[in-house]
């Protein structure tokens, strides 16, 4: 299949963009992409792809813009029941200590998620995926997290990998079991982070190699915040499992620094995620490094709080930067990558060049992905979008709708626009 | 045709809300709807409902939430041409004066609009019109305004009148040749306001006569700011409108406070928008009139500036509030009634349930038609929403995507959520 766009071609060719390399598109205007067995094997300016490849069956994106699907690098996906209700007792000015004590807050989902069964798990991140992948996300990060307990995480990871298999869209799955200290660790929380350690990686480890041999090993991330998990006690299990074989991710310096960022830098994470309050020593620790800064807009955005990442002064460092939805029930419900491209345009000063490589390429790299997706070049997935606009600049000028018209995932083409049809 | 939900009925019933009763969404749960002819004729318990009407088809809702249609009353609906090129400039930190200068601004736009023709006119529109209703707004206002001259500004008329026609959307239509003072007026904007008031005016009065001669005259707005019409000349404006019969708008203290919005409430205008700065004493003039105050977040938004409508402040005041999404190529290029919402509630401190009512009956009345539209009760135009989500408080708090999943429009049924189908 040969699809040519009137408009502009985005390639984001060329590998993840460090630091201030940020927002090189590869532009090619009237190009055109051949696509066979689910793989590109050509990109071009149509008039010459069209010569050499005359026989092929053509898609015609019109004046649509042709870009890479986004690749999503940071998402709670799976989860049972909603806080609708602790949102409605937030903006009506209640404290958070009351929400909690009304019960509220992120041991209110896992109590949900618990007693959910597998297939009420599935169905009720279903439709999240779907609006993902109508949004234009054609890979996403998944993390477990909302059982704090051995069995619940499993269930978890056996939902995710069925819906990675039922879907279009990809997952790159992680295993988030130092979530929050499990309540019944309330008052002993070293007594957790002991069991993450000590039970629960080595039981994971187990049960992936028999669950999904054929997969690389899911992603290992933990909390380093106030509240939640120390720097010491994050070390102490990225330690564990970069011993058995894990790759690394982070959340830190949402709230406060306590050195998370350095510490994923230290031990080669693939990413270090939040990084609202980073100090400049940690961010000069990751521009030196292979981690990516991930930065989370909508979190700040959805608790309408005023500090974002910085992320001028981390991409002015040479950092790697990238960005994704956090998509959770608590603090930021959203599937949609182009709302994370119009905060981070808004609140983070970005380009929409620099915010569309840093949901593409870069973020594929926060998933050790960037080898397969995140660009239109010969030999990668064909994963792209077509959009129902003509300037990539739209994107982030425009928002609160969906400007993709069809989504192209490992050369199959979804049509995610239609408008409406009546049917009565 | 019967159509019943196993979730919440959001009835709206019982006229606009002022003041501190906003947010009465009358909630029937497990309700139902009989729509014939384009009207609602019963509205109650499912069961109750089923008995008295054994022969109706239905439409089964699910336990998704059934709402009325979304009123948006502040749009810039039609133009030619974008402004990304200028978004690009402003996320780079060029300054406004140096964009103008560059050639962006409104001007730009007014550029555009003049040389395109109506089919032009029309075509641009369309998409803009579909992805309203496809996020569920069932009626809009719509402003001209992109000509500043009489012959566009006509024509801008006639290609809105062609689009209420041909579009499943209703349209309220506006007039505002005094957006902002005609290039060719730049050295002499009394000269424009004469104009307005003793050309344009007495024209479209006649033209619309002759053109839309059922419809009722459209109504006819102002922009009253520092830079564009003094209070005075927006007075001047406006009176002669009224002198000839044209129902009134105002746009008033979005940057600045000029006395606009208790200008709006002298004259008896049918809304007062933007009132970002509008001063205590206006509010309470405000507050005793019947001019609603309608709140436009996408904009202070669109801009990433800090200020918001002090609406907890209006609604304390006891005045009719209502929200918009002041879609426009400039400020603020979102369709999404619902992200209008997610805004209300995080910048302005709303509630969900007082979003809901300030963009259905209260936006209603800012456009004149509370008595036909804007709730659901017997008697009136079937335009309601089915979402595809279990309860109203998911809106605002979830954000970014669209959560209607059908709309029914004059009593027909369009499917908007179709999450995706394969292609090829």
Same mark, same amino acid.
């Given at each position: 299949m040969l699809i040519h ?27 055109a992409v051949?696509v ?15 010569? *050499? ?6 898609l015609?994106a019109?004046?649509?813009?042709l ?12 989860? *049972? ?52 992948? *109508? ?290």
């Amino acid at each position: 299949m040969l699809i040519h766009s009137s408009s502009q071609l985005l390639t984001l060719a060329g590998g993840p963009q460090r630091g201030k390399k940020l927002g090189a598109l590869g532009i090619i205007e009237k190009g055109a992409v051949v696509v066979r067995d689910e793989k590109i094997v050509a990109v071009g300016a149509t008039d010459e792809l069209k010569n *050499a490849y005359p026989d092929e069956p053509t898609l015609d994106a019109g004046g649509g813009v042709l870009m890479p699907g986004f690749v999503d690098p940071h998402t709670h996906l799976i989860w *049972a029941g909603d806080r609708a209700n602790e949102f409605e007792m937030k903006m009506s000015g209640m404290e958070y200590l009351d929400i909690l004590a009304a019960g509220g807050g992120i041991i209110s989902t896992v109590k949900a998620t618990r007693t959910a069964s597998i297939e009420m798990l599935i169905a009720q991140t279903r439709p999240r995926l779907l609006k993902m992948f *109508a949004n234009g996300t054609t890979t996403a990060e998944a993390k477990t997290g909302y059982g704090l307990q051995t069995s619940t995480e499993l269930r978890l990871l056996k939902a995710l990998l069925a819906l990675d298999d039922e879907s279009p869209l990809d997952l790159a799955i992680t295993f988030l079991g130092a979530h929050a200290i499990a309540p019944e660790y309330k008052d002993n929380p070293q007594g957790y982070v002991d069991e993450v350690v000590n039970t629960m990686l080595p039981t994971l480890k187990e049960w992936w190699q028999t669950h999904a041999p054929r997969l690389p090993l899911p992603f290992v991330d933990v909390f380093c915040e106030t509240g939640a998990f120390s720097r010491e006690q994050s070390r102490q299990v990225l330690v564990k499992a970069k011993d058995l074989g894990f790759p690394l991710k982070i959340h830190a310096d949402e709230f406060d620094n306590i050195g998370g960022a350095a510490l994923a830098a230290e031990l080669g994470a693939a990413s270090a995620d939040h990084l609202v309050k980073t100090s400049d020593a940690d961010i000069l620790a990751l521009a030196k490094s292979d981690t990516v800064a991930v930065s989370l807009p909508c979190t700040p955005f959805g608790l309408a709080e005023k500090d974002y990442t910085p992320a001028k002064k981390i991409i002015a460092a040479d950092a790697l930067f990238a960005l994704a939805t956090d998509c959770n029930p608590g603090t930021s419900w959203n599937e949609s990558m182009q709302f994370v491209i119009a905060l981070a345009c808004r609140y983070m000063k970005l380009t929409p060049a620099q915010a569309i490589a840093a949901t593409t390429i870069n973020s594929a790299h926060a998933i050790r992905r960037a080898d397969t997706i995140g660009s239109i070049e010969v030999g990668k997935q064909a994963d792209m979008l077509i959009l129902s606009v003509t300037d990539y600049r739209q994107l982030g000028y425009r928002y609160g709708t969906n400007l993709v018209k069809q989504v192209i995932k490992r050369g199959h083409v979804y049509s995610v626009d239609v408008g409406y049809y009546r049917t009565a």
